[in-house]
């Protein structure tokens, strides 16, 4: 089975403060993901990567940075973080595309900022 | 811009009957189309998936219907069954793209 492994179920932190989400996955997949999760809009895609220190914006990147050095680990960082950035956060990892593109999730992050 | 909407936000269905749940998407690239179930502090997991060449795609319980000329696809879910009750995503995807619907939580009462 494949695991998505989020270093934090619940976080709460303060504005101004940077935070750093982990997402490490075991199935050696080349694709991984951040998104966000909010009542009435889904999941909206925030970063992807394709590779190693490869890294491309999604819909919504402002106010986040992401980190990937190793295959396995792909971090979500909020440079300064702001209440609007409450939220639950989730870490994705595929296969590298193909025609059955199904992403895999952690359990995700709730991160609380006050 | 949602290109993919699900427009029921709850939906209750008793146990035994059919639940359906729908999603319309508004990007004809999309080639692949997936539904994902959530409960409550878990992530997503993977449940039914259907290509863009299929019509429909079934799984046990689930079934996935793919009407490409309404851009339109549904999931029936027979027989309900309380374990089911979940918030239910429906995705699109084309390459590395995946987009996705702000979910139905289905509710099926005993």
């Known amino acids: 089975d494949v695991k998505v492994t989020q270093s934090s179920r619940y976080l709460v932190k303060r504005t101004g403060e940077k935070v750093f989400l982990e997402c490490v996955q075991d199935m050696d997949h080349e694709n991984m993901f951040w998104y966000r999760q909010d009542p009435g809009l889904g999941l909206r895609l925030i970063y992807f990567?394709?590779?190693?220190?490869?890294?491309e914006k999604g819909d919504i990147p402002e106010g986040y940075s992401v980190s990937r050095e190793k295959k396995e680990r792909f971090s979500l960082i909020l440079e300064s973080a702001s209440t609007n950035q409450t939220s639950m956060y989730l870490c994705?990892?595929?296969?590298?595309?193909?025609?059955?593109?199904?992403?895999?999730f952690g359990a995700g992050t709730r991160l609380s900022v006050l | 811009d949602q290109q993919v909407k699900q427009n029921s936000p709850s939906l209750s269905v008793q146990e035994g009957r059919i639940s359906i749940l729908n999603c319309d998407y508004t990007n004809s690239m999309f080639d692949y189309f997936l539904w994902y179930k959530k409960y409550p502090a878990e992530g997503p997991t993977f449940l039914i998936s259907i290509s863009s060449i299929k019509d429909k795609n079934e799984d046990g319980r689930f079934t996935v219907f793919l009407n490409k000329s309404a851009k339109h696809l549904s999931l029936h879910i027979v027989p309900s069954q309380p374990g089911d009750s979940a918030v239910y995503f429906c995705?699109?995807?084309?390459?590395?793209?995946?987009?996705f619907g702000a979910g139905t939580r289905l509710t099926v009462k005993p």
């Open positions: 995705a699109a995807s084309v390459v590395n793209d995946m987009r």
């Open positions: 990567s394709y590779d190693v220190k490869m890294k």
């Open positions: 994705a990892s595929s296969r590298r595309s193909g025609a059955k593109n199904i992403q895999y």
